[in-house]
């Protein structure tokens, strides 16, 4: 249906006329016209890059303020969804017991069939829901409840099926989709391969075109397949012979579609796991499989593309989920702490306690605005890369979702640990999203390095000047630290005359900024010390990563509260408070983190911690002596 | 009573003889000089700088002979040196028994302890042929030898001075001994040496000062060799093998057990042991190597454990000339900035590391050959080394169609001989190998590489 692009469209429209109506108020006309022109300039040819833009010091504030909103259409429409969904959740999906069998009982797929919940993202036209990013990461929030569930339906549509749905031809779309879309077929991702965990740019499974050229013959296995027992349309990723522009023959990946009917493939044993137990993990292995080359996704040799685009893309539903469970979780504990009694004392006077509430809600709350700040991004016209920013969202969410649930936990202290609550599974099952769609470890190599390269491009001429001594160079930038120095107050125009954050938000946006531009100077300084070396130095790319992750949220969040008060939503003072709060926090850490990257500072122990991991790792054991050992 | 007891026992006494009268220490002398009938009968005004023996005394009747014995040679040869009364009880046999043996005489002889510092030093010299050198007892028994309480200094002039300063030079020594022989002096020795030449003796502060210095130094070689090393050849080689490999990955294969047979003409055919190691790094820069280039099995070269000598040998190459050096690339395509599944692994920047970030050193690298596997065996003749090759062979089949040279030195005799002449001190190495030999060698590896051809 096109209901939902036009909705788009005017959505699009009205976020231009908003920029505009909230201005003028207090900027005036110039400055509105100009915000116009900017505006129309960057539709044109969208390159959004709010990310990558911290990477130089420049907050890049029209692509995050104001904070994405959806229009009432489509909040009646989720709103209508939801409640279903919801219901669905809390009366037929018993995940204890899907924890226990691991497996997910047939009638609670089909529920989930019905609620057409395996086509979210399918437009509608072939039977899907059509349902923008925003309102896919909403129905996040509820099927995150239970981890197998939402791993199950993450890895149908927000992989296995997207390959189709971004890359596909018309006949493939028409072709898979609708019975997609219904649930009729499950869909799975088939990328990872024994020689290549993380590493999928080695991939082995081979794809050998027969002598007729009409298929092609699929010979490998994969493994960790989520779905794999079950799925009946893959998207397998093969290395294929691809001749290239000088006619020279070249391995290349690419991607097919392969239907579980086409024969040849067979799935191994469900991995018995620790978490996520519902959901079904295999091998499937591909002997002379033989698909069709219309089942190509793209084009031969493209596949890398299409991987890249699924996984960089699915990454930002991972921030509601997190929120999604952290919130059942409060209302969980609270009820828990509200009524235990200990020392004549509810639990909820003790400070300890109530700390665990406020990381809670501090982190639900940061979540939230992330990931729909993201999907907002991700919503908008265009082709817009938000890698980044998805990545972010991930590693923010899955680390914080992790912590929140083992305080959650601590609160009910030893029942917590027993099996008659809910907790150890939610502890399980959430540890997953450390590890899976690319570890966290390896997205913050991405998120640094990405700000990198891109920073990188930009102050390449500059650094070069400075290393040869240009003394026009090295005194403006001289000039340039002494004023930072001696002037304490960054302005990038978040606040004041023509600010986008609300003015209660004055001091956290400050801390922002400041934070911004001592980044900008660092990435400068960590280009001009390690140039492209960089990449080998992993834990400095951490730090890096780290800072821009918590710039990033504090955008979300100054972002997100200001509209709150802007339109007056309910609780609006509470939102200030969990941003005033979380913004200090952030901002320290950043300071901290940014000594650390400074030369020879005395806070970084990276050359320490090299060393202790050598030592150990060169005899593959703890070396110390036992405290007990004696010499004499 | 252990010896720490007897310690803060005779720091007390001291206390008290300091503080009261005569007449507890009478009292308590008394007792003890019950406890000891061997050197009773003392004035008791000679009380203070009397014999204390030590409660390890035996009273064996064997003893008493001995006593008996010695006395008899003494009347008979006034002029007898310690060194003889050792040699006379080498005769049987040199054990620790006929050492302690030998000390319990000399204890039992004069209760005087008459040249008792002579005969420590001789007892010293002669501990390595008795093999007790590194045997912390015998030195506690040696230092017992030396009369209790004579030597400590009882005053500030006499502590000022060197107190009796041929008997701590001989404690000193002794204790020098123990330090050479890497035997750290234990509660017991520290007793002694309080009781024989007082707090703040020479002897004492040698003490002192090997308790600082051992331990310290006890771990320093992060690659230790046990004293007593395996006995088996075999064991010996497995263990030689992962010491020069040092490397975790690597494997030990047994290519060939050590048997003797008796073959049908009755002679003995004794089969050599062959001890390989390989790691599967090895393994795969093998397998990489250019066939048409020859790999070498050279050898034999020393390895030194303590004392014995063992050799092994290395299948190794030449080092790759630069041209054929593949090096491998990823396809920069899947994993540069922006096009990586997951993250670049190089970044497309046209900035270099920074000269005050370089902590690399300049090192001038000589690139050798590659090292693929190591070989032990106490017969290094090319039909038992062929073994191992032919057993390299079964997990890297590579191995079947490079041409295998053998170059061996005919050292191994020579080198053979000086392990023993490290042992025994009195055998000369031999002279050097004839050139014939070399020349042989090279004909048998000519006729090996023409089987090698053969077999493929």
């Known amino acids: ?32 016209a100009q915000l116009q022109v900017q505006r129309s300039i960057k539709t044109s040819s969208r390159n959004l890059a709010y990310a990558k833009d911290l990477f130089l010091g420049k907050v890049n504030k029209a692509e995050v303020f104001p904070y994405p909103e959806i229009s009432n259409e489509e909040l009646e429409e989720i709103k209508q969804l939801v409640s279903p969904v919801e219901k669905f959740f809390d009366e037929h999906v018993d995940s204890k017991k899907i924890d226990e069998e691991a497996t997910i009982p047939p009638e609670t797929m089909n529920g989930l069939k019905e609620l057409g919940l395996f086509g979210i993202q399918v437009p509608e036209e072939y039977g899907g829901l059509g349902l923008s990013n925003t309102m896919y990461a909403r129905l996040g929030e509820i099927t995150s409840l239970d981890g197998s569930i939402a791993v199950t339906l993450a890895a149908h549509q927000a992989i296995g099926l997207k390959g189709i749905l971004i890359a596909g031809t018309e006949e493939q779309k028409a072709k898979y989709l609708p019975k997609l879309a219904t649930g009729e077929h499950v869909a799975a991702f088939c990328l990872t391969e024994p020689g290549s965990g993380s590493d999928a740019a080695s991939i082995q499974t081979r794809a050998t075109l027969t002598e007729d050229g009409k298929h092609f013959l699929i010979n490998g296995s994969k493994i960790w397949i989520s779905n794999g027992g079950w799925a009946d349309i893959m998207t397998v990723f093969a290395r294929t012979e691809v001749v290239d522009k000088d006619g020279q023959k070249k391995d290349k990946i690419t991607a097919f579609i392969v239907e579980r009917a086409f024969g040849g493939i067979s799935s191994g044993k469900p991995e018995d796991k620790l978490g996520i137990r519902g959901s079904n993990t295999c091998e499937v292995t591909f002997e002379d499989t033989k698909v069709p080359v219309e089942n190509v ?53 003790f400070g300890m306690i109530q700390e665990k509430f406020a990381v809670m809600a501090q982190n639900a709350f940061v979540m939230e605005s992330l990931s729909y700040l993201t999907a907002g991004m991700m919503d908008r016209p265009g082709l817009p890369d938000c890698s980044l920013e998805a990545a972010i969202v991930k590693v923010f969410s899955s680390e914080g979702g992790w912590v929140c649930v083992s ?198 122990n990276d050359a320490n911690i090299k060393k202790i991991a050598q030592e150990v790792l060169e005899k593959r054991a703890y070396i110390c002596s036992h405290p007990l050992d004696r010499t004499f | 009573m252990n010896p720490v007891q007897r310690l803060l026992h005779t720091h007390c006494l001291r206390c008290l003889d300091s503080v009261f009268n005569t007449s507890l220490q009478h009292a308590v002398l ?105 045997d912390i007892a015998v030195y506690n028994k040696l230092l017992d030898v030396f009369p209790k309480e004579v030597f400590v200094p009882r005053n500030f002039i006499q502590r000022m001075f060197n107190h009796y300063p041929r008997q701590q030079e001989c404690g000193v020594q002794l204790l020098e001994q123990m330090e050479s022989y890497g035997v750290l002096p234990n509660v017991e020795t520290k007793v002694l040496l309080v009781q024989i030449f007082g707090e703040k003796s020479h002897p004492i502060r040698k003490y002192q000062r090997i308790m600082y210095w051992f331990p310290k130094f006890k771990h320093a070689n992060p690659f230790p060799i046990p004293h007593n090393l ?99 690339q990823y396809d920069p395509e899947l994993c540069g900035p922006g096009q990586s599944l997951f993250y670049p692994i190089w970044l497309d920047l046209d900035l270099e590391r920074d000269l005050g970030d370089d902590d690399s050193f300049d090192v001038d690298d000589v690139t050798e050959g590659a090292i693929y596997a190591m070989c032990m065996t106490d017969q290094g003749d090319q039909v038992t080394l062929g073994k191992w090759i032919s057993g390299l062979q079964e997990s890297n089949p590579v ?31 031999e002279p050097e190998p004839e050139p014939e030999l070399e020349t042989e060698v090279e004909h048998r590896e000519e006729e090996h590489r023409h089987s090698e051809r053969v077999q493929q």
């Not at chain 2, 191995?399 to 053979?416: A, N, V, Y």
């Open chain 2, 230 to 328: 395996p006995q088996d050849p075999v064991d010996l080689a497995k263990f030689s093998l992962t010491r020069i490999a040092n490397d975790l990955d690597a494997e030990i294969t047994v290519y060939q057990f050590p048997t003797t047979d008796i073959s049908e003409t009755g002679e003995e055919v004794s089969l050599p042991y062959v001890i390989g190691i390989q790691s599967p790094e090895q393994q795969s820069l093998l397998a990489k190597h250019n066939p048409s280039r020859p790999v070498f099995v050279e050898g034999p070269f020393p390895l030194w454990l303590r004392k014995t000598c063992v050799h092994y040998y290395v299948l190794r190459a030449d080092p790759i000339p630069a041209e054929e050096k593949l090096e491998e």
């Open chain 1, 407 to 604: 305080e959650a936990l601590q609160i009910l202290g030893g029942l917590g640990y027993t099996k008659n609550y809910p907790y150890e599974r939610y502890l399980r099952d959430c540890r997953i999203l450390l590890i899976f769609e690319g570890t966290n470890e390896i997205l913050r190599m991405f998120i640094a390095l990405t700000g990198m390269q891109y920073a990188g491009k930009i102050l390449t001429g500059k650094i070069k000047e400075m290393k040869k001594g240009n003394i026009g160079v090295v005194f403006e930038i001289l000039g340039k630290k002494l004023k930072d120095n001696m002037v304490k107050t960054v302005d990038l125009g978040l606040t004041g005359k023509d600010g986008v954050v609300h003015p209660s938000l004055t001091d956290s946006a400050k801390m922002f900024e400041q934070n911004v531009v001592h980044f900008g100077s660092t990435v400068e300084g960590l280009l001009y010390r390690y140039g492209k070396s960089i990449v080998d130095e992993q834990l400095v790319l951490k730090r890096v990563a780290d800072v821009l992750i918590n710039l990033y949220a504090m955008t979300a969040v100054l972002s997100r509260t200001s509209r709150s008060i802007g339109i007056g939503l309910r609780n609006h003072d509470h939102e200030v408070l969990l941003t005033n709060t979380f913004c200090k926090e952030a901002y320290f850490k950043n300071n901290y983190l940014m000594a650390q990257l400074q030369k020879n500072s005395p806070e970084s």
């Open chain 2, 399 to 429: 191995l079947g169609r490079i041409p295998t040279l053998f170059r061996l030195e005919s050292g191994t005799r020579e080198l053979q001989t000086n392990t023993e002449a490290c042992e025994g001190p009195e055998s000369t190495p």
């Open chain 1, 1 to 32: 249906m096109n209901l939902n692009r036009l909705l788009l469209i005017s959505k699009s429209v009205k976020l231009g006329s908003r920029l505009l109506t909230s201005r003028t108020g207090q900027t005036g006309k110039d400055l509105a």
């Open chain 2, 30 to 134: 008394h007792r003890r000089a019950v406890a000891h009938p061997l050197v009773a009968g003392f004035s008791h005004g000679q009380v203070m700088r009397s014999f204390h023996g030590s409660p390890g005394f035996t009273k064996a009747q064997s003893v008493r002979k001995d006593i008996d014995q010695y006395e008899d040679e003494r009347k008979k040869k006034s002029l007898v040196t310690h060194d003889d009364l050792f040699e006379q009880a080498a005769k049987d046999s040199k054990t620790k028994a006929t050492f302690n043996r030998v000390v319990d005489v000399f204890n039992k002889k004069d209760i005087r302890r008459r040249g008792h510092v002579e005969f420590i030093y001789a007892a010293l010299k002669k501990m390595p042929e008795f093999g007790v050198e590194r």
């Open chain 1, 297 to 349: 996704i793209g084009e031969v040799g493209g596949g890398f593309k299409v991987a890249m685009n699924i996984l960089n893309g699915g990454r930002f539903t991972m921030g509601s989920a997190g929120a999604g469970m952290i919130k059942k979780l409060i209302e969980l504990t609270a009820d828990y702490a509200a009524t235990r009694k200990q020392f004549n004392k509810r639990l909820s006077e």
